[in-house]
């Protein structure tokens, strides 16, 4: 069974930076493609960025030159680090495999983790 457990959000100034991760026991790990998804309230969950098992990425046009996503396979665990942050980069960010262009599986999703950006 995949679990996914974010971490790593927390209550930033603008132009601050957090560094999030997403860490899972499943065994096959090294074969998904991953992604990062955000949520802010009212508004439908989206894609912020993505990357490939073979470490190929893509950016939300939002976010792209601010954020990075990484992977650490022998850790089990994706990175995103946002330098950068504007007030609505809040959202509550949630990791899942990318399943290019599908929704993602719903059983996958975990709690998330609160970035909330604000002076």
């Known amino acids: 069974q995949v679990q996914f457990v974010e971490s790593g959000g927390g209550l930033v100034q603008p132009g601050g930076s957090l560094r999030l991760s997403c860490a899972t026991s499943g065994r096959f790990f090294s074969i998904y493609d991953m992604g990062w998804y955000r949520q802010a309230p009212g508004k439908q969950r989206e894609l912020v960025a993505a990357i490939s098992s073979g470490r190929n990425t893509k950016y939300a046009e939002s976010v792209k030159g601010r954020f990075t996503i990484s992977r650490d396979n022998a850790k089990k665990t994706v990175y995103l680090q946002m330098n950068g942050l504007k007030p609505e980069d809040t959202a509550v960010y949630y990791c899942?495999?990318?399943?290019?262009?599908?929704?993602?599986?719903?059983?996958?999703w975990g709690q998330g983790t609160q970035v909330t950006v604000s002076s």
């Open positions: 899942n495999i990318d399943r290019g262009g599908r929704n993602p599986m719903d059983e996958y």
